[in-house]
């Protein structure tokens, strides 16, 4: 089936004018953020090129290995499209930002668009590749802000307040809930000229968010969707409705974008999750009700203690099997504090518990 850059050979042609802005193109400058533009954007915060611009400027060949996420020769591939065609090509980007720190240990990384309509889109980037990137996803379901949160209600602050205009944000996986939470929690006065929220498979909110009245302000405009198979987009709580949409892949992979199926102007639906996405929504949401707080940050100090083990590992390494790391992370397991083996031992119960209780019911699931 077709995805995004089967959209941008179909329809890179006909400009926003023409055809205007859709949950398609949504995701795709959504994806856009995740190009490591680093090497392009040399002269500070307010640089702005066109599309085209970067495109003349990257060199995917200069980029580090450790930078190349599992997307990255797709991500280059959907650049290549997006300049040549009609309907982004001159699209101005500015205020690209990157950090990542092992320390705080958080990831944040935005970009700044504005399209041929004159409504900007301001994109979160999602997990990269690196384990502490992932981390900070966990670190959602016992902390009110993270610092990535907090990083990004200050971006959308500095960039709304200084342009003028229309706005649409979004973001993909931990993006979407940057662009959620940003949104929320950004100045009032600046948050009346924010149309649109776009997020894809992005984690929820813990209660006290999903409660407050910044998030019920933001609520009526945030656009959600969600593969078949979701894992990352059943985390925590999110009261906006969420679109399922088809995939052409099975299990975790599906949570790429390039993996969504798209027809015409926007995703092919279904009409609720799968069997698995069923269970494992239950089960993790099960798993999650029966845990403190405490209990979430033991239980992610030991699961990331395991994963941090073999030196600055990547996600893509762990997916494809290349790092000879399972035996460095079950040597981990072992070399843990005798209490945070057993919290992950007692967390894997409780997750096995809630799968065998959800398939019992299988209510909901197909």
Same mark, same amino acid.
């Given at each position: 089936m077709a995805n995004i850059l089967d959209y941008m050979t179909w329809r890179g042609d006909v400009p926003l004018s023409v055809s205007p802005f859709n949950e398609v193109d949504g995701l795709i400058?959504?994806?856009?953020?995740?190009?490591?533009? *680093?090497?392009?954007?040399?002269?500070?915060?307010?640089?702005e090129l066109t599309v085209r611009e970067i495109a003349g400027l990257y060199n995917s060949e200069e980029v580090d290995e450790k930078d190349r996420i599992i997307?990255?020769? *797709?991500?280059?591939?959907?650049l290549s499209?997006?300049?040549?065609?009609?309907?982004?090509? @001159?699209?101005?980007?500015?205020?690209y930002v990157n950090i990542i720190s092992q320390a705080a240990e958080f990831q944040f990384s935005a970009v700044t668009c504005t399209a041929d309509d004159g409504v900007t889109f301001v994109s979160f980037r999602g997990t990269d590749g690196t384990v502490v990137g992932w981390k900070e996803?966990?670190?959602?379901?016992?902390t009110d802000q993270?610092?990535?949160?907090?990083?990004?209600? #200050?971006?959308?602050?500095?960039?709304?307040?200084?342009?003028?205009?229309?706005?649409?944000?979004?973001?993909?996986?931990?993006?979407? @809930?940057?662009?959620?939470?940003?949104?929320?929690?950004?100045?009032p006065l600046l948050r009346e000229r924010i149309d649109e929220i776009y997020s894809y498979d992005a984690?929820?909110?813990?209660?006290?968010?999903?409660?407050?009245?910044?998030?019920?302000?933001?609520?009526?405009?945030?656009?959600?969707?969600?593969?078949?198979?979701?894992?990352?987009?059943?985390?925590?709580?999110? *009261?906006?409705?969420?679109?399922?949409?088809?995939?052409?892949?099975?299990g975790i992979m599906q949570h790429l974008a390039y993996n969504w199926e798209v027809l015409g102007r926007g995703f092919v639906r279904t009409e609720k999750l799968s069997r698995s996405g069923a269970l494992v929504n239950r089960a993790i949401s099960g798993m999650l009700a029966d845990f403190t707080d405490e209990d979430r940050k033991n239980f992610t100090e030991a699961v990331f203690g395991v994963l941090e083990a073999p030196e600055k590992m990547t996600l893509k390494e762990v997916v494809k099997g290349k790092f000879a790391s399972y035996s460095?992370?079950?040597?981990?397991?072992?070399?843990?504090?005798?209490?945070?083996? @057993?919290i992950?031992?007692?967390?894997?119960?409780?997750?096995?518990?809630?799968?065998?209780? #959800?398939? *019992?019911?299988?209510?909901g699931a197909h």
């Amino acid at each position: 089936m077709a995805n995004i850059l089967d959209y941008m050979t179909w329809r890179g042609d006909v400009p926003l004018s023409v055809s205007p802005f859709n949950e398609v193109d949504g995701l795709i400058l959504s994806e856009f953020s995740y190009l490591p533009m *680093d090497k392009v954007f040399t002269e500070g915060f307010n640089q702005e090129l066109t599309v085209r611009e970067i495109a003349g400027l990257y060199n995917s060949e200069e980029v580090d290995e450790k930078d190349r996420i599992i997307s990255f020769e *797709d991500d280059n591939r959907l650049l290549s499209a997006l300049a040549e065609s009609e309907r982004f090509g @001159n699209m101005r980007v500015s205020g690209y930002v990157n950090i990542i720190s092992q320390a705080a240990e958080f990831q944040f990384s935005a970009v700044t668009c504005t399209a041929d309509d004159g409504v900007t889109f301001v994109s979160f980037r999602g997990t990269d590749g690196t384990v502490v990137g992932w981390k900070e996803d966990f670190t959602f379901s016992y902390t009110d802000q993270t610092t990535g949160q907090h990083y990004a209600v #200050s971006y959308l602050n500095t960039r709304l307040a200084g342009s003028k205009g229309r706005v649409r944000v979004g973001g993909h996986s931990k993006g979407g @809930n940057f662009a959620v939470y940003a949104s929320a929690y950004c100045d009032p006065l600046l948050r009346e000229r924010i149309d649109e929220i776009y997020s894809y498979d992005a984690p929820g909110f813990r209660k006290e968010i999903t409660d407050s009245a910044e998030y019920r302000a933001v609520l009526p405009l945030i656009k959600s969707f969600i593969p078949e198979s979701s894992v990352v987009g059943m985390l925590l709580e999110s *009261d906006s409705e969420q679109v399922t949409v088809k995939s052409s892949a099975m299990g975790i992979m599906q949570h790429l974008a390039y993996n969504w199926e798209v027809l015409g102007r926007g995703f092919v639906r279904t009409e609720k999750l799968s069997r698995s996405g069923a269970l494992v929504n239950r089960a993790i949401s099960g798993m999650l009700a029966d845990f403190t707080d405490e209990d979430r940050k033991n239980f992610t100090e030991a699961v990331f203690g395991v994963l941090e083990a073999p030196e600055k590992m990547t996600l893509k390494e762990v997916v494809k099997g290349k790092f000879a790391s399972y035996s460095s992370m079950f040597r981990a397991l072992r070399e843990l504090p005798p209490e945070q083996q @057993n919290i992950l031992r007692e967390a894997l119960k409780q997750l096995a518990k809630n799968a065998v209780r #959800s398939d *019992d019911k299988k209510g909901g699931a197909h």
